[in-house]
């Protein structure tokens, strides 16, 4: 059977609904791929990187206590300084008990401008170790005095060396240095064999003193400052004691008495150099 020719007019109205249909199926087509590609366009975005910290603030940096020096022009064992101008005299102290009359000794003397000598035992280093910074950040000078305060000129060679080799060992933790001087325990003056045992552990001279305040036999702030103005001179070392309320007592007194005569405390190291 034949199937009659399609009428144009009528076959145009259905040309253009397909050709409207096969324009919206490409768009749908064209826009599903636009949607699927944004997911792996922001997938290939690099990773926004997070902000560096900043860096903790580092530890000051303590720089270590200054060593021993040689002073040429000094003898094994110094008793005194220069006797010449300007006239200076080293205020030197046995670094022993309570640890806040210590404090306030120091206290005294940096209020007055003044800089000390202490020679510390090292037993009281073991028992109160921040005092040994406390005494360098005020500026004073600070050494050996032996590790247990007894007789050293008694004490047999091995045992002489460990009272000095174990307070430097101290003095070299704390600080970093086995400190500036070393002084015999218990006597003004170190034996030929102490001087020889100290040169041995790094310390060229052994200090003593040519003034002794005697403020360890308590007898009252003014006696003490009567005994050292008694023989003091320019170029002396003066030997004094923490641990003492009488000496505490007396520091700002002597400090003036000192001042009045001309004669400027200073450290060892600075009286000799």
Known sequence: MTTPAEDPAAAAPRRAALLTGLALTAGTLTAGCSARATPDAARAQPPTTPPTPPAAPSAPVVPPAPAPRRFPAQPPEITHGPRTTPPKVALTFHGQGDPAIATSLLGE????????????????????????????DGGHDLGNHTLHHLDINAMSQTEAAAEIRGCADRLKRLTGSIGTWFRPSRSPRASALVQRLAQDAGYPHTLSYDVDSLDFTSPGAAAVTRNVLATVRPGSVVSLHFGYADTVAALPDLLHELDRRGLRPVTTTELLS
């Open 109 to 136: 003397a940096e209020k007055a401008g003044v800089r000390v000598t202490v020679l510390a035992v090292g037993t009281w280093l073991d028992e109160h170790p921040g005092i040994a910074r406390r005494i360098l």
